[in-house]
């Protein structure tokens, strides 16, 4: 039979999630258990994925997440036959790429960890909460397990077992709902985001009150919020939320800064724009970066992204400026011009990606979404 | 003696203020009682100051101030006889100007209300404490009546009569200390003190928790600091101090944003600086704008100024780029310049203005430091 089956593929998608209630934090750093909960909206694989190939060969050799094959000794031991014919001291091969670009500042190794744990775990076959392997890669992982909204419960173990990531509600609950990426010009990132959160965990007063004293209220308003789909209240919690983080990041000491001019620009255009309109129609939020992810519904993206090519004028790619997602171009009141009082600031967004809401995880069974050729190493790519 | 004596005035100086325990956030709008204490340092008044001239004239009028009116009807009960032969229905004159540039962003209001509030107490003849009277003007005013190192304790009472300033140390105490305000390019602000400071205290649940369980041990901490002259203690707690000032800021809704990304690069320069020389040699504070005022020891102020001028090379006025206490050209070593790490950015810093600690109010009394003619109105600018 091995000769027959020399090896095991299989190749999935994870999509990248956005938090809107942050994650900044670790009170375990072995375990990556988190000091809050938190909660994300699923992206949809159109527009950001990530994508995964994971191949087990004969014969021993090591496996990159000892927690699976951990959970597969488990399995295994609670069964009475093995129905994959697979040895845990298989050599894994594993190959990975993103359909969306570095620049776009999405967190790719959530999507990558969360893709290596979905297609490993259905390689041998694990069938058990995926939350732990996810988290043990990098810690927001374990949101991009599911689509739609999905909450990351903090736990209170001590040995993690309880902090697992659960769909609050899926991609099809709030269709109207839309993503837009503001990718901003920048110079590169001076702090990342695991040695970040754990100079904030060590040096901020202000994190760990907002981890014991602000988070838990939030995280309940924010599941109500969305399961009302209550725009006013999930756009105006999702801002509070990205400020006070970046506020515990310049909080750290040395501070953090996260943000840049066009990042203040960015939010200045939206509390103009909602004022304008009387209502929270637009909310952005931030994460270990100046780029901006916005939140809107489908009937003020036209608007929104007049607003944004008229304060942020594209500076030489104008057929390109928008990306993903179709999106008509929109009426720009005079009214709502003076009301935005910016000074434009040509080329500081680079350009827009729309998108949604979308799945989680998927499988992809066709052999050309295989990443690993034949020999077992990556394919060449077109 | 009416006739000969138609008017009596009184021209005073008082010095600005920079806070290292910062002020934000008012519980009595009214009595303007803080909801923490805070500390400053007065800076000297040959670079930075307020002089005003009080004249107070027949026949009856209003006083700017019903506080010293007041004082001055309390003071004068007590007495048996009055020495000066004033009414408090005089009318008053006041005439106001600085030595410095609205563009250094230093509080001018603070040093103005000290100056008003000084003055008027001479005419009138009131010698009380003199807190509540600047502080009804402009909180922080207060603190611009004594020189050196200055306390204004949050006080606990209703009516405010325990919200005072008090000095804590003369300004001879720590001679080595120097000061550089480095003014920055800017757009204008966009959130005045008065109503940013209102619209944290209503909406960042981070701001009450800093006044209640953050500031108290760190105005101890850096009482401590300053009597000792422990520069290491007191130049990270006045930048930890402005960081989370600037973070409550944030974490205001709508959020204010008073730092730039040129605020960030000297907040980047300071802290690469320190860790060259391996110790807190240079610390940095911001007020209500991107304007970056600079403690640092004698010794090293050529060495900081030469890593300022290479960091943010002057745009066209090399030879006014340095204003205020004169700086020798400093050396600055490959090592540093490699430590700083930091693309040039010309232009983004306007210029530096060096000082140091000084004293409080003065009385000018020679009569061209008048600044109101014989009839009353401000003599012609020359």
Same mark, same amino acid.
């Given at each position: 039979? %091995?000769?027959?089956?020399?090896?095991? %593929?299989?190749?999935?998608?994870?999509?990248?999630?956005?938090? =809107?209630?942050?994650?900044?934090?670790?009170?375990?750093?072995?375990?990556?258990?988190?000091?809050?909960?938190?909660?994300?909206?699923?992206?949809?694989?159109?527009?950001?994925?990530?994508?995964?190939?994971?191949?087990?060969?004969?014969?021993?050799?090591?496996?990159?997440?000892?927690?699976?094959?951990?959970? %597969?000794?488990?399995?295994?031991?609670?069964?009475?036959? *093995?129905?994959?014919?697979?040895?845990?001291?298989?050599?894994?091969? =594993?190959?990975? =790429?993103?359909?969306?670009?570095?620049?776009?500042?999405?967190?790719?190794?959530?999507?990558?960890?969360?893709?290596?744990?979905?297609?490993?775990?259905?390689?041998?076959?694990?069938?058990?909460?995926?939350?732990? =392997?996810?988290?043990?890669?990098?810690?927001?992982?374990?949101?991009?397990?599911?689509? #739609?909204?999905?909450?990351?419960?903090? +736990?209170?173990?001590?040995? +993690?077992?309880?902090?697992?990531?659960?769909?609050?509600?899926?991609?099809?609950?709030?269709?109207?709902?839309?993503?837009?990426?503001?990718?901003?010009?920048?110079?590169?990132?001076?702090?990342?985001?695991?040695?970040?959160?754990?100079?904030?965990?060590?040096?901020?007063?202000?994190?760990?009150?907002?981890?014991? %004293?602000?988070?838990?209220?939030?995280?309940?308003?924010?599941?109500?919020?969305?399961?009302?789909?209550?725009?006013?209240?999930? #756009?105006?919690?999702?801002?509070?939320?990205?400020?006070?983080?970046?506020?515990?990041?310049?909080?750290?000491?040395?501070?953090?800064?996260?943000?840049?001019?066009?990042?203040?620009?960015?939010?200045?255009?939206?509390?103009?724009?909602?004022?304008?309109?009387?209502?929270?129609?637009?909310?952005?939020?931030?994460?270990?970066?100046?780029?901006?992810?916005?939140?809107?519904?489908?009937?003020?993206?036209?608007?929104?992204?007049?607003?944004?090519?008229?304060?942020?004028?594209?500076?030489?790619?104008?057929?390109?400026?928008?990306?993903?997602?179709?999106?008509?171009? +929109?009426?720009?009141?005079?009214?709502?011009?003076?009301?935005?009082?910016?000074?434009?600031?040509?080329?500081?967004?680079?350009?827009?990606?729309?998108?949604?809401?979308?799945? +989680?995880?998927?499988?992809?069974?066709?052999?050309?979404?295989?990443?690993?050729?034949? *020999?077992?190493?990556?394919?060449?790519?077109?």
């Amino acid at each position: 039979m %091995a000769s027959e089956k020399p090896y095991l %593929a299989m190749t999935c998608t994870a999509p990248v999630n956005i938090a =809107v209630i942050k994650y900044w934090g670790k009170r375990d750093e072995e375990l990556i258990l988190p000091i809050n909960s938190s909660l994300s909206v699923t992206l949809h694989q159109d527009q950001a994925r990530c994508q995964e190939q994971v191949r087990a060969a004969l014969p021993s050799g090591y496996l990159p997440l000892p927690t699976v094959r951990r959970l %597969a000794r488990k399995r295994r031991s609670d069964e009475e036959e *093995d129905p994959l014919p697979l040895s845990l001291n298989y050599k894994v091969h =594993v190959a990975s =790429v993103n359909n969306f670009p570095t620049a776009a500042g999405l967190a790719s190794s959530a999507s990558g960890y969360a893709c290596l744990a979905y297609a490993l775990a259905r390689v041998y076959g694990v069938e058990s909460d995926l939350s732990e =392997v996810a988290r043990r890669g990098s810690g927001s992982a374990c949101r991009s397990l599911y689509g #739609g909204f999905v909450e990351w419960q903090m +736990g209170e173990q001590a040995d +993690g077992k309880d902090s697992v990531a659960r769909q609050v509600a899926p991609e099809s609950h709030w269709p109207e709902l839309r993503v837009l990426i503001l990718v901003v010009s920048a110079e590169k990132k001076l702090t990342g985001s695991t040695v970040g959160m754990q100079t904030s965990v060590e040096t901020s007063p202000l994190l760990r009150f907002r981890a014991e %004293a602000v988070v838990p209220a939030r995280m309940a308003e924010m599941i109500r919020y969305v399961k009302e789909r209550n725009f006013q209240g999930f #756009g105006e919690l999702t801002m509070k939320d990205s400020n006070q983080f970046h506020a515990t990041c310049l909080d750290t000491f040395p501070p953090i800064s996260y943000l840049n001019d066009t990042s203040r620009r960015i939010i200045h255009l939206v509390h103009r724009f909602n004022a304008h309109h009387g209502q929270t129609k637009v909310a952005y939020t931030f994460d270990a970066g100046p780029n901006a992810v916005i939140f809107t519904l489908d009937d003020t993206v036209a608007e929104f992204v007049a607003a944004v090519r008229h304060s942020f004028p594209p500076e030489s790619n104008g057929d390109k400026f928008l990306k993903g997602l179709p999106v008509k171009p +929109g009426p720009l009141s005079d009214e709502l011009k003076a009301a935005l009082g910016m000074d434009p600031t040509p080329g500081s967004i680079k350009y827009i990606i729309a998108t949604q809401v979308g799945p +989680g995880p998927q499988i992809l069974d066709h052999p050309h979404a295989h990443l690993l050729g034949p *020999d077992g190493l990556p394919k060449p790519t077109v």
